[in-house]
């Protein structure tokens, strides 16, 4: 399987994702991602906050606003590594248990 990206996010885990299924959720899932690589990159290395899913222990999403817009990325996380799950814009951050916040 060949890494499109990987990045150690705040948590210190690793997170990769492929070129497929990058393309997938750009041109699938969430279009308004287009283009947006580095952000989400950005969002994984130096997020406003960090909050933990409610209904699943090992799922993370991250936080950073954008123009007034949030950038979510949503990320399981398996020992040491991690990989997207989806990313998307939002203008609000969701319910969940605050783990980190700037």
Same mark, same amino acid.
Request: charge should be positive; include cysteine; charged fraction near 30%.
């Given at each position: 399987?060949?890494?499109?990206?990987?990045?150690?996010? %705040?948590?210190?885990? @690793?997170?990769?994702?492929?070129?497929?299924?990058?393309?997938? @959720? @750009?041109?699938?899932?969430?279009?308004?991602?287009?283009?947006? %690589?580095?952000?989400?990159?950005?969002?994984?290395?130096?997020?406003?906050? @960090?909050? %933990?899913?409610?209904?699943?222990?090992?799922? #993370?999403? #991250?936080?950073?606003?954008?123009?007034?817009? #949030?950038?979510?990325?949503?990320?399981?996380?398996?020992?040491?590594? &991690? #990989?997207?799950?989806?990313?998307?814009?939002?203008?609000?951050?969701?319910? &969940?248990?605050?783990?980190? %916040?700037?």
């Amino acid at each position: 399987m060949v890494h499109y990206f990987e990045i150690t996010c %705040k948590l210190g885990k @690793i997170v990769r994702t492929t070129k497929e299924y990058w393309t997938f @959720i @750009i041109n699938a899932k969430h279009p308004s991602m287009k283009g947006r %690589k580095k952000n989400v990159m950005n969002t994984l290395k130096d997020p406003d906050e @960090i909050r %933990k899913s409610k209904r699943d222990p090992k799922v #993370y999403l #991250y936080y950073r606003e954008i123009k007034k817009k #949030y950038i979510c990325v949503v990320c399981k996380h398996l020992n040491g590594e &991690g #990989y997207i799950i989806t990313t998307y814009l939002t203008s609000r951050i969701m319910e &969940g248990e605050s783990i980190w %916040k700037k």
